[in-house]
Each structure stands twice: as C-alpha cells, then as structure tokens.
DNA sequence: ACTTAACCGAGACGGTACGTCTCGTCTTTAG
DNA sequence: CTAAAGACGAGACGTACCGTCTCGGTTAAGT
C-alpha cells in the first residue's frame, strides 16, 4: 500500500511527513516564526529531531512544503463570466487570505525570512510565486479570450499593479485590505 | 566635554553608542541578518555586552537607531518644478536607496523582521513609515500648489499605488526595478 | 547445505556470525572499546544491524563470544615437569596475554566495562574468570601429584597471590610485566 | 572574599563547581556509570551546561576531580606504633573503602573506564595512584624508623604484593575483602 | 585633591535551541 | 524464518547566543 509504515528501507513515513508539516503549521500561528523551533515541531508532531533533519534542510524549508497546496487550493481565480466580477472576486480573495488565514500567516513568515536569506527568497520566487503569478493572469487571460481585452495588453504589469498594493499594505503598511478597498482598485484599473 | 569618555555617571560614552551602531551596519551587510548577534557586534564595536543591553533592548533597536537617520538624508524629494521631473525622479531614487544602499538593506530586514514581530512592526510603522509617507506626499502637494493637479485628489492613495510596486518588486518577486521601470509608472500615472 | 546461506528458514547464517565476532575484534582493537558500535561493526562485517541485534543483546555479548575460545587456547598451562618450571613459564604467559595479545585487550575492555556493568561482572566471573580459575590451578595440582607440595596447600590462596599482582600491574599501574617480574614473583614464592 | 559569587571576570564560582563534583558523585552511585550524562549532572546540580564545559573536557574529568580528595581523607595510614598494626588497619581501611564507599564507586569507574582510555590511565596514574603509592609506604617508612624492618627493603614490591590482592579481589573476582581476609595477608607478610 | 557614583570592559553564569551522533526497534523485500 | 537495508523515536552530545550578574577600573561633577 505504501504510506502507512514506521520506516523502512523503501521509503520515508507519510505519517512522520504530515504530523511534522502540521504542527509546523499550528506552532507558526500559535507561536510566531521565533517561537518554531525544530525541537517544537518534533515534539508536537511526536517525532525524532533526526527525521526532521533527515528530509528537511531547516525550518523554512518545512513551511514551503507545507505552504504549497495551501496556496494552490485557496488562490485559483474562478471563471464568474466577466473580468470585472473575476477581478473583484480574486483580489479580495488574496487580499482575505494574506490578512486572515493560516496560510497567509505562513506566506509572511516565508516572505519576511526571504529577506534575511536570498537562498529562500530565490526558491520562493522560483516556485511558489511562479505559480502563484501564472495564477493571477487567469482573469486577463479569460477576458481576452472572450474580447473584453485586446489581445496586446500586457498582463503581467497590469495584475502586477493590482496585486502589488495588497501585498504593501499588508507586509509594510498594516493598513487594512477590505473589499471595498480592492473594489475601489478593480473600479480604477477598468477605467483606464 | 561629553563624548570621548569611559564610562561616568553623567552620561553614556557616544563612542560606544557610535562603535555599536557602525558594527551593526557592518555586521547585517557582512553576514546578514541571522549572523547579527549582540555577541559579535559587541565584540565588532570591542564594547561590552552589557554596554549594549544597557541602551538597546534587542538587536532591531540597534537597526532602528542606525537606519532612521538614513532614510531622512537620502528619501526626501527635490523640487524639481515639476510634478512629472519630481515624481521620475523620487521613484527612482527610491528604487535606488531599496535596491543598493546599505540603509536599503537595513530597511529590507527591518520588514523582514517586522513580519515576525508585531510589536516591530508597529513601532516601524509609527516612526519611519509615517515619517516617509509624510516625504512621499512631498511632490504632489507641490503640484497641487502649482495648479497641475485638482485640489482634492487622494494623495496617499496615489502615492500608495506608485510606491507600492517597488515595494512589491523588491521585497517579494526581486525583480530588478530599473529607470525605464519606474518613468512607465509615472507615465502610467500622468496619462490617467 | 548447513553454512553458506544467505538467510533462510533453516537456521542462522554461520557466516554473518563470524564476520560479526571478527569486526567486532578487529574494531577493539584499532578503535578501542568507545569506538566499538553496534552500527561500525554491521557496517565492518556487511551485516544487518538487526541480525546483530538478533543474536547478541549488546556489543559486550559479542566480545564475550569472541573471547571464550582465545582464552581456553592460550592460557592452559603446560606441563614442564616441575612446579617452578610449570609456574614461571604459566606466569609469563598470562603476562604476556593481557598485554600483548588482542585477546587481553578483549579481556581488558570486558573487565573495564565490568566495572561500570553488575551483570556483565557476574557473567564474566560465573564463565570466564571460573573457568581460568581452573586452569590456574594445573600446575599446583600437578605438583602435589609429584609431591611436590603438601595436599592441604591452599591452591586458590596461592595461585591468587601470584595472579593478582599481574593483573593489578596491567589494569591499575601499567607498570611493565616482563620475565624478571614474573620469575621473581616465582622465586618469593618458593622460598616461602 | 573571593569564593561565593555568581561569576565573573575575575574566577569560577566555587558554588557551582562544588555542585557539579556533588552532582557527578550522586549520580554515579544511583545510575552508575553509563547513567552518568552532562546532561544530568547539569540538571541536578542546576548549573548549565556551558559551565561545566568551560571548565572540564569530559566527565571522566569531573570524577577525578571529585575523587582526588576523598582519597586523600580517606586511604591515609595512621601510625599505631607498630608495623603490624598499621598494615592490619590500614588494608582494612583500603578494602571497605574500595568496596562500600561512594569514593571506591569512583575509583572503581575510574579504573574501568582507563580500560579503554588510554589518556585517562596515564592522569589517573601520574596522579592519584601515584599519590596513592607515597601513602601506601607510610607504614613500611614508619617500621624502617622503628627498626622493625631492615632499611634495604624493597618497600614499593611489598606495598604492591599486599595492594594488588585487595584490588584484584574487587575488581575482578568481586571475592568479598572482609578483614579476616586483609589480616591474613599481613600475617603471610610477616611470616616470611 | 578626594569622594562618589554611573558607565565601561570583561566574562562567568543559568538557560534554550541548535545540528549531529548513536542507540535499539520496526518495517519492508528478497532468498 | 533469516537476511540486508534503512527509516524511525529517543535522547545525549558539544556549540552558539541569549539576557543577567558581578567585578575592578575609569571618569567627571561636586565636595
């Protein structure tokens, strides 16, 4: 079967994999980026400090792999039928996950450590906001495809501009994202 | 005299207070800033440990003290007659002072930080954040007392959306934020 | 088919038990007993830790099986036709045993870590010690046999003396054993 | 004052040496030697670890300076105005102490553990037992002075014929050494 | 000039977490 | 059933810094 075993030569324990990316998860939120330690997480996930070490480098590389599907699950823009609802629909989407939701907590940490460590900041952009940007062209992509857009626009500035606030605000400035400011952002772009 | 001495009850040795600030620089440059430690800047600065306890609580404190002058010096907009020359050629200053200056790299750990540490963030934000938000208006409220913009328009805002990018570029995707990048947001910008 | 095999349902493999007890011999003495593990000699003898673990309860079972027989070879007394003959060459031999040969220095790590170990001291004194006790006796034996010496002489009492300072010379002072020692040891003995 | 501080510049705190030397002597006696960990005797002497690593490389350190003035206490012969007399108290004061003191669990540890360490059977050596083999004369010392033994003596050989048996009876056989055993000894000397 | 008291350097202290090592157990696949 | 392989939970290792403390020396204002 493959996943439910204590350790064998035949590959690692899916068990061990998920208790430690799911305490990482809890003792970010409860306890801060300083407050993870590695002898933490062993301990809350009931496991050895070795086999920490044995799949993972250090404590943010534990975070990338568990950010990973948060991203991907809760940051796809769905097809509503036109780029002003898409718009509207996926920046207070970003804006409702980077603000309040665990995985955007984990999101700040990674971005904050990306500071102090260009190794993680390359591995971020190479990854997780890649994915993350091919994402955010998916509105625009649609519009063009149904004529709401000429197919020149360039896509990546444009959702650059709109996505680029947010993420000021909410890793510089601390203002508050509601909807009513992202509205505000969509109603600015469309009347350009 | 007041400020070439040892140690006495009347006051702190600026020498000291000078040595720790300069090896904090130097250190956080150097070895970033996981290789800053109150051990080896004291050491660097050849200055006691609890020299350092005394006057700074943390080692962000040292940041905060050495980078506050800095962004005063190098991040306050010139009149240049016009809002198109003034806002060229603030943003790229800017963009400049994030990108290459060590006072840049102070402040990209300083955010960095802060997105661990509320309590760093708030006090970021109250100080020198409010300071150069004051300095970022600097250049609209010069065109509006030229007559070239309208009297009520929304300086932060407009201000947030142009400075936002940069942010974004520099402290997530790293994109390299260039002259010709920052004269297309002021194109942008004028052409609304 | 009875010792070649690889694993099977008939038994042990005779060939993983040897390798076992020479890697652990040769490990004693090129590493010493701290650096004699579990996992340097699975890994010295191309065997599975868990076949060690399988058959020996801990790295000093394994010593104790490997030093039983060297011990039975090399220090039985011969029989030289006279007690001093049989006492000085008997003497010499058992110094020459703990200090030269890697079989004395198996004995000396057992005896060592007996010290720190109940159960091992009680194992190696129940087999081993008993077992040499007997063989020490031969040559007075043989000489109340020849007359030599009256039958009530205390045989343990004696060959004690004359052991013990040996052994106390090799395990406490490490002053230097050699022939002279051993054959004046013999002379006081006599001529009491 | 010079002893009771909590450190600094200017020596050790003999608080927390004493604590450790303590701590080290308890837990060999409760959990013997393998039980003995610089983690537990930091826990137990509530000192860190750092303190006992600045000031011991290893815990065979700690043991042998614990051991040293013990044995000084302890393995003194009295002078009883004769040699008989001090032979017969003083084996018996070597006997009871290397098997019923904590001082002999020690020195027992010690022993066993210089099996396996050569640069520890060379301190040992070079040190207490060296120590040990000036006390160990008095008594013969005191006899010559007397006039009770010859002056040409070989003191060290006989010293030894008496020492070795005790300690070759608790750290081999682990024969009890009671005094009917010690005084036989002497009389054996004595006789001859 | 002398006292006084805060500041200075130095560094030992009790701690926490680090990343490494080895232990003895457990699980798998092969013969 | 035994074997090799190797992941696992456990826990001690020795190191690096943390923030606190105590010390003796330095310095300058107030006697």
């Given at each position: 079967?493959?996943?439910?075993?204590?350790?064998?030569?035949?590959?690692?324990?899916?068990?061990?994999?998920?208790?430690?990316?799911?305490a990482?998860?809890?003792?970010?939120?409860?306890?801060g980026?300083?407050?993870?330690?590695?002898?933490?997480?062993?301990a809350?996930?009931?496991?050895?400090?070795?086999?920490?070490?044995r799949w993972w480098?250090s404590?943010?590389?534990?975070?990338l792999?568990?950010y990973?599907p948060?991203q991907?699950?809760?940051?796809?823009p769905?097809?509503?039928?036109?780029?002003?609802?898409?718009?509207?629909?996926?920046?207070?989407?970003?804006?409702?996950?980077?603000?309040?939701?665990?995985?955007?907590?984990?999101y700040?940490?990674?971005?904050?450590?990306?500071?102090?460590?260009p190794?993680?900041?390359?591995?971020l952009?190479?990854t997780h906001?890649?994915?993350?940007?091919?994402?955010d062209?998916?509105?625009?992509e649609?519009?063009?495809?149904r004529?709401?857009l000429p197919?020149?626009?360039?896509?990546?500035?444009a959702?650059?501009r709109?996505?680029?606030?947010?993420?000021y605000?909410?890793?510089?400035?601390?203002e508050?994202?509601?909807?009513?400011?992202?509205d505000?952002?969509?109603?600015?772009?469309?009347?350009?």
């Open positions: 079967m493959g996943s439910d075993h204590h350790g064998n030569r035949y590959g690692r324990s899916e068990q061990a994999r998920t208790a430690v990316l799911h990482a998860d809890d003792l970010l939120v409860e306890h980026f300083a407050g993870l330690t590695i002898e933490k997480i062993a809350k996930a009931g496991v050895a400090k070795q086999t920490i070490y480098p404590k943010v590389d534990i975070l792999d568990a990973g948060d991907a699950r809760d940051l796809t769905a097809d509503l039928g036109s780029l002003d609802a898409d718009l509207r629909a996926h920046l207070a989407t970003v804006a409702s996950f980077l603000t309040t939701s665990d995985a955007g907590a984990v700040r940490a990674l971005v904050g450590q990306a500071q102090h460590d190794v993680l900041a390359d591995r952009r190479s906001l890649a994915d993350q940007r091919v994402r062209r998916l509105p625009f649609r519009a063009i495809a004529g709401e197919s020149d626009v360039d896509i990546d500035a959702a650059q709109l996505i680029a606030v947010i993420h605000r909410v890793l510089v400035t601390g508050p994202v509601d909807r009513s400011f992202t505000a952002l969509v109603d600015d772009f469309l009347a350009q």
